[in-house]
């Protein structure tokens, strides 16, 4: 996504086309899904609706799952595009509560791209595997031209093996669950689109991409009964809880006074005319537990370096299923919509 | 950042509560009211902080042309569309105005189309601009209110450099008032001027709605706080029967405006009848630049005719109606059907200050929990 | 665009001559500013509205609505003014209106020969009391006047089958109180005769009595235009206001009508 070529619309050509808006991880994400590929690859896993498959060997379960990178600027504050790699393949493992165990890498590279970025961020992903406690297994590179591609693009695949008695799904919400996250929300995503325009704050700020295997084995401990894990990335919380909601069938009420968010990233979202609620994070988990185990899992949540700015933020309710509610500081409510294509600032 | 905390007291649920009583016994006795804001951010703000749930029923908070990128001319987008074209010409404008539909395209369109066209946050990126590419002609195209034009004004005074020109598009709030009460019949109650509108031009540039309507007019800020405090405000003069032009945002506005923006504004522009995108035109309304400052007007210096006759009003589009409030996004037939951000039919769709954009992310604010489910975690 | 004003015998006469018949929106500002000035004279007695000699009036002027950038607000306001006008005719209290038609009305015209308490026609001359024609569903308080003068029945042939009548058919209806003599010259000279002898015996009573008959008249005036605005505001933003306009204004046609012989016989 990119803020100067904003997304052409659908059908300011006659036939749809394939639009930046496909990838921005709100409605029209989902849209292409369920109209191009879901109706083609329709099974029993795939309609699990996780951020990896499950699957089942005998009596061992294994975590699956693929991404793929594409981001501009690759280098950030915070972090690189090989960083965002590794994690974020460990990350939609560890949303299915998986044990992260093997990756597997694929590059496409751009003809001219100087090699000695290439090895910064070789080097990233070796560091960030490594913390993670995970082994590059098997990898591939291709080359495309000049012009064809921005650089680098990277595809992680990883597998880990899954607890028995976890069975973690979106579909297992429940009226009565409290909704956690480990952190501030919108770092990433205002961090990546400061860098990119040039946009200058009082503070830095710095992306929050990291494993989260760790932190998730953790919560894992204290609560088996974890009804969903999954990291708000693309389209923010937003579209995070929105796909939640409508596949558990529940409302859920977030309360704006108790979500962690920097000040720095406030005002960002403030002067660009941005939701934070909308904003891509990194390192960032949603843990969906039932109300008595709240606060056993928020104290375990903030032990962890990864969750000191832990808190609950909002819970599971029966009316208004399948939306998002948020209670404003002023105690007014508001629908929390799915971000419809990109977040373009907007001028005043 | 230092700022963003001392506005939390104007967000302060307490202040609301307050003040939402206050507002409950002010109107009790009046009727239905309604209520008209000019500020597309007043829009914005009043359907993400749910105002409306503090308000009884009988007050009505009309949206009305307040989003300037909603009624800038599909004339004026089509000179942009049409320089973006000239070989070696670059047309510099705000985010959310590449994507509106002109007659035949958008600059986004038009840049698809091999135009060239870039986005800008502020006139000081445009200048920043043209001085790293001399050799290039540089077009900014200026859209807003006269919050905006101020910084035009100043761009210009202080000498911009010679490869930029500006296409002013820039439209004053005032006079639109008069045409805003006749379409309403006159059953507009009072308005809530946009505060940072007023701390340009002071209260007095609305003494008119005193004169000629008796109507109270209130300088509103744009926190919850503030927001209410207007409306609260606007409600006690019209039942005191007091029609004045009322300041309820003191803390940026005061009575006789900026002195020194408006002399900028007064040096550097004038102003003339102007269209309002499928409004009207309307007399006084348009900011255009002083013969003195000709050479760098695109207008009067760069080809700008398009090969084609404007097309203002794409068939069924009902934008215009929307902003001038004779309208609710939810009255339109393509409301979230065939007109949504991602796909917009209509300006008020695409812009974020649009009602229908705002009104499509945050719906118009009202919606209910039972009690088991509203209390607090 | 001409409007004169004289007072003879405590008779005053009110000619407004626009072209076509067409009132603009300045004209109806000039003609209302007039018309209060008549109506605080305290001398007469007696209005005549004369209208032009070609035609008594045809209502709002389509002609700049068209050239306007958005026709519909310039519309909106002429119509508004000219309900204006129909109003305060109907509210004068103090003299007995009538409308003395030289020449043919169309729409609000008509409505505004109907806000007179006696409405005389000059024998050849046409009513068109119907919008649609022009894609509106009118204003003008036509539907307190029309309904309330030829009843509801005929109201509703008029309107929705919108075919014009002639001046005999519109006595007949009760449109109009009489069909006069069709010579110009003549025809003024006898409204003249009327008015005069209106104004010098027994006005006092005729006034008594205008005054009791239009309380019913008046009686919940207001809800009722206020729906005619509304109707009139969304005709005026649809295509088939624009289409008839534009048929009307640049070639000068109406839509053909149906059957236009019988309601148009020949005056006898």
């Known amino acids: ?348 | 950042m230092g700022e963003h905390a001392n506005l939390e007291k104007y967000k302060n649920a307490e202040y609301v509560a307050h003040l939402s009583k206050a507002i409950k016994a002010v109107s009790a006795s009046l009727g239905t009211v309604k209520l008209m804001h000019v500020c597309g951010t007043h829009e914005h703000e009043i359907a993400r902080h749910g105002i409306r749930q503090f308000l009884p029923p009988t007050i009505q908070i009309i949206p009305g042309p307040g989003c300037p990128v909603c009624i800038c001319p599909v004339e004026s987008i089509d000179q942009a569309i049409t320089l973006a074209y000239q070989p070696n010409t670059t047309v510099l404008t705000f985010g959310d105005m590449v994507r509106v539909p002109a007659s035949h395209e958008s600059l986004e369109d038009a840049r698809r189309n091999g135009g060239s066209v870039k986005m800008v946050y502020s006139a000081l990126d445009a200048v920043n601009l043209a001085r790293e590419n001399p050799n290039s002609t540089f077009v900014f195209f200026s859209i807003g209110f006269e919050t905006t034009v101020v910084g035009i004004a100043g761009m210009i005074k202080t000498g911009i450099p010679k490869n930029l020109y500006v296409l002013l598009a820039n439209r004053y709030m005032p006079p639109v008032l008069k045409l805003l009460m006749d379409v309403h019949d006159e059953s507009i109650q009072g308005f809530l001027l946009a505060g940072h509108a007023a701390t340009i031009t002071g209260l007095h540039a609305y003494d008119f709605m005193e004169d000629e309507f008796q109507l109270p007019c209130v300088a509103t800020g744009f926190e919850p706080v503030d927001i209410l405090l207007g409306i609260f405000e606007c409600l006690k003069l019209i039942k005191n029967k007091e029609p004045r032009i009322v300041n309820a945002y003191p803390r940026a506005v005061n009575e006789h405006g900026n002195t020194v923006a408006l002399q900028l504004i007064e040096d550097v522009f004038e102003r003339k009848p102007g269209i309002w995108r499928g409004i009207d035109i309307v007399d006084d309304s348009a900011f255009r630049i002083k013969e003195e400052y000709s050479f760098l007007d695109a207008e009067k210096q760069l080809d700008c005719t398009p090969p084609y006759p404007p097309r203002s009003h794409p068939p069924g589009c009902d934008c215009h109606r929307i902003m001038l409030g004779e309208l609710l996004p939810t009255n339109c037939k393509m409301f979230t059907k065939t007109c949504t951000p991602s796909n917009p039919y209509g300006p008020c769709m695409v812009s974020p200050e649009g009602t229908c954009h705002t009104w499509f992310k945050h719906g118009s604010g009202k919606i209910s929990l039972t009690h088991t489910a509203a209390h607090t975690i | 665009m001409e409007i004169v004003y004289k007072t003879k015998n405590q008779v005053g006469h009110l000619e407004f001559h626009g072209y076509n018949g067409a009132m603009d929106l300045e004209h109806c500002t000039h003609f209302l500013q007039t018309y209060e000035e008549a109506a605080e004279t305290p001398e007469t007695r007696i209005i005549v509205l004369w209208g032009g000699v070609d035609f008594f009036s045809n209502g709002i002027d389509l002609n700049p609505i068209h050239l306007r950038y958005n026709p519909v607000i310039l519309a909106y306001k002429n119509l508004k003014a000219l309900n204006k006008i129909v109003k305060r005719v109907l509210e004068t209290k103090n003299k007995l209106v009538i409308a003395a038609l030289r020449g043919s009305a169309a729409a609000g015209g008509v409505m505004l020969a109907l806000a007179a308490d006696l409405r005389y026609g000059r024998k050849g001359i046409v009513l068109n009391p119907s919008y649609v024609n022009m894609g509106l569903s009118g204003s003008e308080y036509w539907s307190i006047l029309l309904p309330s003068m030829i009843g509801y029945g005929h109201t509703q042939k008029l309107i929705y089958e919108a075919n014009p009548i002639s001046c005999r058919k519109a006595v007949e209806l009760g449109m109009l109180h009489d069909q006069l003599d069709m010579e110009q010259n003549r025809f003024c000279q006898q409204v003249r005769e009327k008015a005069e002898y209106f104004a010098r015996f027994n006005i006092e009573a005729r006034l008594a009595a205008k005054e009791v008959l239009n309380k019913r008249l008046l009686y919940s005036m207001e809800d009722q235009v206020k729906l005619e605005l509304q109707r009139m505001k969304d005709c005026c933003n649809h295509a088939e206001f624009q289409q008839a306009r534009t048929q009307f204004v640049e070639k000068g046609t109406e839509p053909p009508q149906l059957f236009p012989g019988i309601a148009l016989e020949k005056d006898r």
């Open chain 1, 1 to 348: 996504m990119s803020l100067s070529s904003s997304t052409p619309h659908p059908n300011s050509s006659g036939s749809a086309k394939v639009v930046l808006g496909h990838g921005s991880g709100g409605k029209l994400s989902q849209d292409l899904l369920e109209t191009v590929f879901f109706p083609y690859f329709k099974n029993s896993i795939l309609d699990e609706n996780h951020d990896g498959a499950i699957l089942r060997f005998g009596n061992q379960k294994l975590a699956f799952s693929t991404d793929s990178f594409v981001v501009n600027p690759l280098f950030f504050h915070g972090g690189n595009i090989g960083d965002l790699a590794i994690n974020g393949t460990i990350n939609d493992l560890s949303m299915c509560g998986a044990l992260p165990q093997y990756l597997a890498a694929s590059f496409i590279l751009e003809e001219g791209f100087p090699l000695h970025d290439l090895k910064k961020i070789v080097q990233s992903m070796h560091s960030a595997a490594q913390a993670a406690n995970v082994l590059l297994v098997t990898g591939d590179t291709k080359v495309v031209e000049k012009g064809k591609g921005d650089g680098v693009f990277i595809n992680t695949t990883g597998i880990g093996t899954v607890g028995n008695s976890i069975t973690i799904s979106p579909k297992n919400a429940a009226p009565g669950d409290v909704v956690l996250i480990n952190g501030n929300i919108g770092d990433h995503g205002i961090a990546i689109m400061s860098e990119r325009e040039g946009l200058e704050f009082e503070t830095t700020i710095e992306s929050d991409t990291a494993p989260l295997n760790d932190l998730i084995q953790n919560i894992l401990e204290v609560s088996p009964n974890v009804h969903v894990l999954r990291d708000p990335t693309r389209g923010g919380l937003a579209s995070t809880l929105n796909e939640i909601a409508a596949v558990a069938q529940y409302g859920i009420l977030l309360e704006e006074k108790q979500l962690p968010i920097q000040p720095a990233v406030m005002a960002a979202c403030e002067i660009l005319g941005l939701d934070p609620l909308h904003i891509a994070n990194e390192g960032k988990c949603l843990v969906f537990v039932p109300e008595n185990e709240g606060d056993v899992v928020l104290q375990k949540m903030r032990q962890h370096p990864l969750g000191k700015e832990s808190a609950v933020i909002g819970k599971v309710i029966r009316e208004h299923p399948g939306k998002v509610l948020l209670r404003t500081a002023i105690e007014s409510l508001r629908m929390l919509d799915m971000p419809e294509g990109e977040q373009l600032p907007r001028i005043c």
